[in-house]
């Protein structure tokens, strides 16, 4: 079979090609560099690319038939174990590079030995994705994809236009984007009308994340899927889409830091309960003290675009936008 280019690709099957032959070579690119373990960038890179390549596998199963092992809870299995080990290789690197360099001489020696901690969890994490890596759910993947781009095989509406089903392909997406619950965080009714609560003091935010902590992380994982699937056909539209992108992309990085923060202490209280037998927040008040003052920008971040996109004409714009791809490019 012949590959359209990107100049010439009309059809849906062609473009779900492009993406997945596109994703699945980024990701094996990587498989050799992340077994020698010698560069955290190659495990990120191989991560992302599962990532993506699960979301590209995903968006066009209308069209193609794909073999069971690149189904999604098999992709999502191997990119799990992947993220692990880099959710540990992240938390070093903040904990060495951010937080470390701010800390009073006590407190350093303390949070060194957290460090030296982490550095055997990380040993354990790698020995789990090495042997995922020589599993069959990742040797079936890998045989089968191949072999499925060699000679691939489409449904029948693989056949249509690209530009015919991209709002059909993307409106889902944004629908449980826009519809999610946690829009509502740090917010009150008032005369039928959303007010966000602003001039909130840190205690006061804290609370709100507290509470709502479970949706800000559900709104984070269904913007990142919603950002994975408008990159897969950013170039079929225009200047608007590209700032939703943009905004999209921005959201997920204020919602992951948020999260991530609350991951770390949570880590932290249950590291010092059980290893040191020390109270976490007592040990490492500065560490404490800085954590909620990022949380607290990051919240006055997330509030200037959660004012954005509770406004019907933000939300309008966006559906307007994915309406309306650059069809002349045909």
Known sequence: MNIATEKNMRSLGEYAYQAIEKHWHKTVKW???????????????MRVGMRRLRTAISRFNP?????????????????NHLGCLRDLDVLKETLENIYLPQLTVKEKKILKKVIKNLQEQR????????????????????????NWLETPTYKPLASLDIFQVLPDLLLP??????????WMSGTEIIDSKIQ???????????????????????????????????????ELYGE???????????????????????????????LFETDFEIDFEV???TLLQILRENRYQLWQEWQTLQMRYLQQ????????????PLSETR
């Open 63 to 79: 069209a193609v038939n794909l073999p069971k092992s690149s189904s999604d809870k098999n992709i999502s299995k191997i990119a």
């Open 31 to 45: 498989e050799k560099a992340v077994k020698k373990d010698e560069d955290p960038e190659a495990l990120h890179q």
């Open 240 to 270: 608007s889409y590209g700032s939703h992108l943009a905004e999209t992309k921005r959201i997920q990085e204020i919602l992951g830091s948020l999260q991530d923060s609350s991951v770390l202490i949570q880590w932290l209280k249950n």
């Open 173 to 182: 997406e944004v629908s449980i984007f826009l519809l999610h619950p946690a």
């Open 196 to 234: 966000v609560i602003n001039q909130l003091d840190s205690k006061q935010v804290e609370l709100f994340l507290k509470r709502d902590e479970e949706n800000l992380h559900s709104l984070r994982k269904q913007t990142k899927r919603l950002r994975y699937q408008m990159e897969l056909f950013s």
């Open 313 to 324: 004409e933000t939300r309008q714009g966006l559906h307007l936008t994915i309406l309306h």
């Open 283 to 285: 040990q490492l008040p």
């Open 123 to 146: 040993k354990e994490a790698v020995k789990v994705v090495d042997e995922i890596l020589k599993h069959d759910h990742y040797l079936s993947l890998k045989e089968s994809l191949n």
